[in-house]
């Protein structure tokens, strides 16, 4: 089961609450805190929809610039051997060291 929902380049994970019979969510990725619950799977999809269509508007109305969830930059360390051999891992397969790591992050994250 993908408990995960998209719409308008925001993403949330969801949850099923047993004991009170709902669905709930919450926007994935940024630091505003912006949650969503329904009883059914239609009635959450409706649900965060809204929840990201009201963020955008109270966003825009209160000046504030909505926050997006990733830029694409990425930084982290790495010992010299993985970054020795992540890098002639690329050389070999003819791409750039940061295009052979998203193509190897983009594989491991689906």
């Not at 997006?68 to 002639?88: I, Q, T, W």
Request: hydrophobic share 40%; net charge negative; glycine share 6%.
């Amino acid at each position: 089961m993908k408990n995960v929902m998209s719409y308008k380049d925001y993403s949330a994970r969801v949850e099923y609450d047993d004991e009170d019979g709902i669905f709930a969510g919450r926007i994935a990725g940024i630091e505003d805190v912006v949650g969503f619950h329904a009883e059914s799977v239609t009635e959450l999809k409706a649900a965060f929809q809204e929840a990201v269509d009201d963020y955008l508007e109270i966003c825009a109305q209160t000046g504030k610039a909505p926050q997006k969830p990733y830029s694409g930059r990425v930084m982290f360390r790495v010992s010299p051997e993985v970054h020795r051999k992540a890098a002639l891992a690329a050389e070999l397969a003819g791409v750039s060291l940061n295009q052979w790591a998203e193509d190897v992050l983009r594989k491991a994250a689906s």
